[in-house]
């Protein structure tokens, strides 16, 4: 077995941009979410070391002497960390000329040839899931012999065979041991959840096809694969009795609740835990499953409510109905569990009178907290296809900042890229900014010194975020 290095590089300052996050930025307030894909190679690859440089605040400068302690090195990189990425592989390869570096991830999978051959550090990049594509490297399968893999010959990208998606999922190891091995659980923030929370899958690949949503379209799929209910007990018992100090478990596969009997079997084997839980969810879970869930443990769901303009949830095929979305929050409120939702302003057919109608919707519906961002036009996704196609996307415009905040780089005729990049301001100020909301949050902060510390912290970093979109715009 090579000794091997899993590395989520340093990057923008407070930037979750790879092996956890689907939207890769710098966020409002200080968010991070675990790197669980990179975990999953490490706990497949024995002995190995999981490095997460933006959580822990690691500079290059303070990992690049391990260079010559490892003989592969494996970075998780995204669409606008990649250069930074790059240039990290090739000091790495500087220190250490012998040293095998592969780079996984949605953006290497959509744009393999221009990837691998943008730096001579890089000897490999892989396709979809590259679990066992890295554990047979590590191994010490020649690149030739992998599939899932494009590789240099001569400067030239070769391709190997594709990889077929896993099918069986509880024959990838358990991640939280790698947590407890390699990661600090404090460094782990997340503005809805408790606090230290964790993060981990039960299952890849999700039946909705949104057309903005990066890893179902790139290295997961759309057929939802889960594991046993028995295994994730498993390991959720180990997490339980080895990590003390969680207060909440966040399933993050992309939709939880996919399976409603699968979902319902495992609330109910969670219950018998005594842990407090949440999830992903799509707005159309039905009452009784939504009660089974309740009882037994659940806190909140994470739900995409996207927009309030149905005809843009048609656009973007989220499969949803605002009608049964409505339904669904008015349950959720009835027993008791609290929503996250998130919206996305400027997706194709958008207006200023269409934002104006889920800012609306957004405070009708009433979640607990939200998040607005901007369309992410990823490569590999049908709305970059549609955005290029249509000559929507701002071509010299990167995804974020040199700070790490996204960039509006989408363009209608009829609504520039300014105008969508002000409304996500004018949304939060609109929902947070009410007399109630701002009273029931202040409640809430009162009946907890340690929430009321957090919400000061996060209320001084969201405003400082709206200040600096503001200076910007």
């Not at 300052?13 to 710098?26: K, L, P």
């Not at 090195?73 to 095998?100: G, H, Q, R, W």
Request: proline share 5%; glycine share 6%; net charge negative.
């Amino acid at each position: 077995m090579l000794k091997t290095l899993f590395l989520n590089p340093p990057s923008f300052n407070g930037f979750d941009g790879a092996a956890g996050s689907r939207y890769q930025c710098t966020r409002e307030v200080k968010s991070f979410w675990y790197p669980t894909w990179l975990a999953q190679l490490a706990a497949l690859v024995e002995g190995s070391r999981l490095i997460d440089a933006p959580a822990r605040g690691t500079s290059l400068e303070e990992i690049l002497p391990l260079a010559k302690d490892y003989e592969f090195l494996v970075m998780y990189t995204s669409t606008p960390s990649f250069p930074n990425d790059v240039k990290i592989a090739e000091a790495y390869k500087k220190e250490n000329p012998s040293l095998i570096i592969g780079f996984c991830g949605a953006h290497v999978a959509v744009n393999p040839d221009q990837t691998v051959t943008a730096s001579d550090a890089i000897d490999f990049v892989t396709g979809n899931e590259f679990d066992f594509t890295i554990k047979e490297i590590a191994e010490g399968k020649a690149l030739e012999d992998v599939d899932g893999i494009v590789y240099k010959k001569e400067g030239q990208p070769i391709h190997n065979k594709d990889r077929a998606l896993i099918e069986d999922m509880d024959s990838l190891p358990p991640v939280t041991p790698i947590y407890k091995e390699n990661l600090v659980t404090t460094d782990y923030y997340n503005g809805y959840m408790l606090h230290p929370y964790m993060s981990f899958y039960t299952g890849r690949g999700c039946k909705s096809h949104c057309s903005f949503c990066l890893w179902p379209q790139t290295i997961s799929g759309h057929n939802y694969r889960h594991k046993s209910v028995e295994n994730v007990i498993e390991e959720l018992t180990y997490a339980r009795d080895n990590f003390p100090e969680i207060k909440e478990f966040f399933f993050d596969d992309d939709t939880l609740t996919d399976n409603i009997p699968y979902v319902e079997a495992l609330a109910k084997e969670i219950g018998k835990l005594g842990i407090t839980w949440s999830c992903n969810a799509k707005a159309n879970v039905p009452y009784e499953t939504l009660k089974i869930m309740k009882d037994n443990g659940l806190r909140l769901l994470l739900v995409g409510y996207e927009s309030g303009n149905q005809q843009i949830l048609i656009n973007i095929k989220k499969g949803i109905r605002t009608d049964i979305a409505r339904q669904f929050t008015k349950d959720c409120h009835k027993l008791g569990i609290l929503i996250h939702g998130t919206f996305i302003v400027g997706l194709p057919g958008e207006t200023q009178e269409t934002i104006e109608e889920s800012i609306n919707y957004a405070k009708e519906l009433n979640p607990q907290t939200i998040q607005v961002s901007l369309p992410a036009a990823y490569p590999g996704t049908l709305l970059y296809k549609q955005a290029t196609e249509n000559g929507w996307l701002i071509v010299d415009e990167d995804l974020v900042g040199d700070d790490g905040v996204q960039h509006s780089v989408l363009n209608y005729p009829h609504l520039p890229s300014e105008e969508i990049f002000e409304a996500v301001d004018n949304f939060y100020k609109r929902f947070y900014f009410r007399p109630w909301k701002m009273a029931a949050l202040f409640y809430e902060m009162c009946r907890d010194w340690e929430i009321m510390k957090r919400r000061l912290r996060e209320g001084v970093e969201f405003f400082k975020f709206l200040f600096g979109r503001e200076s910007t715009a």
